[in-house]
């Protein structure tokens, strides 16, 4: 097990970042910053989809990232498609109630952002995603909770991860010689 058990957990206050890690696709695609005592799942066939979870004995509450390359980079025209999809894919989701969904800009590149909970068996869980694209790329992004108290225990941390999530790979060197050259050192 990784962490303490989820009611242990938050009878402890707010989880922190003790230790954070670098996950760098081998392909190049994709890279962020994760808490480094958490479970990470990686396939990559073909693409890269990987799974965070920060609490073994609470599966559902994770952090889910997966790659889809679309062929052609997409086309202004065809963002209300991808709108319309990420609509009617909620509405699938047994009594899903939508709490925010916008159209953002990550890093330059159009993307798709909302917020819900639903019914799933007994439980009630609640999800964050996040769809973006860049190049011939779409990159989809969920962190869940299975109930709203372990979402509200977690969001800190993973939307924390989230905002590190870059298309490509990171160069730690690159990265630390433009902090030198800025004084930001």
């Known amino acids: 097990m990784i ?13 922190r970042f003790t230790k954070v ?11 962020f910053w994760y808490a480094a005592d958490w479970h990470l799942e990686v396939e990559s066939k073909p693409l890269p989809c990987v799974r965070l979870t920060p609490d073994l004995s609470d ?21 209300a498609a991808v709108l319309e999809g990420v609509q009617e894919g909620l509405k699938q989701l047994e009594e899903c109630e939508v709490q925010s969904l916008s159209e953002i800009t990550v890093e330059g590149s159009w993307g798709v ?4 909970s639903f019914r799933c068996g007994e439980g009630r869980y609640v999800r964050r995603g996040r769809l973006f694209f860049r190049g011939p790329y779409q990159y989809a992004v969920v962190y869940q909770g299975s109930s709203q108290e ?22 730690a060197r690159r990265w630390l010689e433009a902090q030198n050259a800025s004084g930001r050192s």
Request: contains cysteine; proline residues 11%; hydrophobic residues 35%.
């Open 3 to 15: 962490g303490p058990p989820a009611e242990e957990a938050e009878k402890r206050g707010r989880p």
């Open 21 to 31: 890690q670098l996950y760098n696709d081998p392909s190049g695609l994709l890279s």
């Open 59 to 79: 599966p559902d509450t994770h952090m889910a990232i997966a790659l889809s390359e679309l062929g052609a980079p997409l086309l202004p025209e065809e963002r």
């Open 113 to 116: 952002e909302w917020r819900c």
């Open 150 to 171: 372990r979402f509200s225990y977690w969001r800190g941390m993973f939307g924390w991860t989230m905002l590190t999530i870059t298309p490509g790979a990171f160069d």
